[in-house]
């Protein structure tokens, strides 16, 4: 897969003048395998952490909340989709996160 980085770079102006100039490059550049599996395997490792913490805030067993988010396709939704913002967060606040996510569904759902 092919990921485009802008690489931006400023320089002082020669004696001549001293306007600040900025010099800009496209580059392509070729990520290996490796680093979509890693990216991969740490996603996977903080599901897998999400659904354990979560699990035993709960009180229930790590499956059956794991089967309770898949029911609502929240594993992949919430966990993998949105990894980029709820790794940054807590244990506790990702915890709160799943719990909530999963308390409105199952809800919605009752509602009906």
């Not at 092919?2 to 001293?18: C, D, H, L, M, Q």
């Not at 395997?41 to 035993?56: D, K, S, V, Y």
Request: contains cysteine.
């Amino acid at each position: 897969m092919n990921y485009f980085i802008n690489v931006i770079w400023a320089e002082k102006g020669n004696a001549k003048s001293s306007a600040f100039s900025s010099l800009c490059r496209k580059f392509v550049v070729n990520l290996p395998a490796e680093n979509e599996k890693s990216m991969e395997t740490r996603t996977t490792q903080f599901a897998t952490l999400a659904i354990g913490a979560t699990a035993r805030h709960m009180g229930i067993s790590p499956t059956e909340l794991h089967n309770r988010l898949k029911r609502y396709d929240l594993v992949r939704k919430l966990l993998f989709d949105c990894y980029d913002t709820l790794h940054t967060e807590s244990i506790e606040g990702v915890v709160w996160n799943v719990t909530e996510a999963l308390r409105v569904r199952e809800e919605k759902e009752a509602a009906k």
